[in-house]
């Protein structure tokens, strides 16, 4: 979806008389989201409050407002309450032909305590995952996106 709104901004910087004066307002505009991301390294508390977070080195982070912008907004994604933050590589921003990033979510029901994990029957878990999957999937379709 990213390159869905990256092509309808170029279509209109294209717009205008000269091209590459587009292009250069164009580039203005990712360059103006770019610098206005806060990313942060080192130590990060998660807005979860019971995690921590080291960013690794070759990484910056995004919290989880700017990282629901960048992939709700910016790449087109549903919105997603489960996600804390993303790491991107530090070289690269979230608008770049290559732009990629890891995803940081927590969700409370995959906590399990060491004594507890022996007791799990994981291929029945990975069947009903796999069922609530297919069932968001209408959903899915009527807004726009494709199954899973």
Same mark, same amino acid.
Request: charged share 30%; glycine share 6%; aromatic share 10%.
């Given at each position: 979806?990213?390159?869905?709104?990256?092509?309808?901004?170029?279509?209109? #910087? !294209?717009?205008?008389? %000269?091209?590459?004066? *587009? +292009?250069?307002?164009?580039?203005?505009?990712?360059?103006?989201?770019? =610098? $206005?991301?806060?990313?942060?390294?080192?130590?990060?508390?998660?807005?979860?409050?019971?995690?921590?977070?080291?960013?690794?080195?070759?990484?910056?982070?995004?919290?989880?407002?700017?990282?629901?912008?960048?992939?709700?907004?910016?790449? #087109? !994604?549903?919105?997603? %309450?489960?996600?804390? *933050? +993303?790491?991107?590589?530090?070289?690269?921003?979230?608008?770049?032909? =290559? $732009?990629?990033?890891?995803?940081?979510?927590?969700?409370?029901?995959?906590?399990?305590?060491?004594?507890?994990?022996?007791?799990?029957?994981?291929?029945?878990?990975?069947?009903?995952?796999?069922?609530?999957?297919?069932?968001?999937?209408?959903?899915?379709?009527?807004?726009?996106?494709?199954?899973?």
């Amino acid at each position: 979806m990213k390159n869905i709104i990256l092509s309808i901004l170029l279509f209109l #910087g !294209n717009s205008f008389p %000269s091209s590459s004066q *587009g +292009l250069d307002s164009f580039q203005i505009q990712i360059d103006q989201i770019e =610098k $206005s991301l806060m990313y942060k390294t080192g130590v990060i508390d998660l807005e979860s409050e019971n995690a921590k977070l080291t960013v690794p080195n070759g990484f910056k982070f995004l919290d989880k407002e700017q990282s629901n912008y960048v992939l709700e907004d910016l790449w #087109g !994604n549903p919105k997603d %309450s489960w996600i804390l *933050g +993303l790491l991107v590589p530090k070289n690269h921003g979230v608008l770049g032909d =290559k $732009s990629w990033v890891f995803i940081i979510s927590y969700d409370e029901m995959g906590f399990v305590k060491d004594d507890d994990a022996e007791d799990i029957d994981y291929d029945e878990l990975r069947k009903e995952q796999q069922k609530e999957f297919i069932a968001e999937n209408p959903e899915r379709i009527k807004l726009g996106y494709q199954p899973v």
